[in-house]
């Protein structure tokens, strides 16, 4: 019995008689513990993009990115990733409280290559886990259910041209979100920001815009 697929998953197979060919993929390819060569696949990335879904059964996708080796092995069966500061939704860690069962893609567009897992999720807002990413105000912890290689074939291969300013340093430190020194946005923010906007300074919507359609991060 497939671990993977399901009646609807099977009608869309059947249609255009790719059952057998599915079934061998995931009997070749479908693991639930990670090998050796994935481990290091996974702590060789910068980004992956992160799937939950919310009380209403509505899937998201987010872009989570950070240091080489930002999300760490803890042993075959389970891994782990921080949550740094962003806009105040948390959304997918909102949606992770509610649901833990999440996906994770991993891409690397250089090669290209690309990994798939699918895994229960548990969120750490304390202890060693935690304080072993500065800057972190959450870590991530998944119990993996699936993981399996993906076929790159319509991945486009891209260079990596510079890592982004905001990841924090070895002491949590980064510089403050461009959107949050906009111009009467003070008053939502914490007091360690404001005083990180008053050094920084203030722009207007309008510059704000101009600097993301320039391609200006800082």
Known sequence: MSKIYHTSHRTIQQ??????????????????????????????????FLSTIDESNRPTVSYKGGETGFVRILNNEQLMF??????????????IFANPEIG?????????????????????????????YPGAN????VNLSQVWVNCSRYVHKMILHEPSP???DSKGNAPIALWKRIE???QFLSEEDKKLV????????EEYEKKLSSGETT
């Open 82 to 95: 921080p949550s740094y500061d962003g806009n105040g939704m948390f959304y997918s860690m909102g949606n």
């Open 166 to 168: 905001y990841i924090p």
């Open 15 to 48: 249609q255009f008689n790719t059952q057998a060919l599915a079934d061998q993929i995931e009997a070749a390819v479908v693991r639930e513990e990670l090998s050796e060569d994935q481990a290091n696949f996974i702590t060789s990335q910068t980004m992956f």
């Open 138 to 141: 959450l870590v991530v912890k």
């Open 198 to 205: 008053l050094e920084a300074g203030h722009i207007t919507n």
């Open 184 to 186: 009467g946005l003070d």
């Open 104 to 132: 994770m893609l991993f891409v690397d567009f250089e090669t290209p290559n690309r990994l798939r897992i699918q895994g229960k999720s548990e969120l750490i807002n304390e202890g060693p886990l935690l304080d072993s």
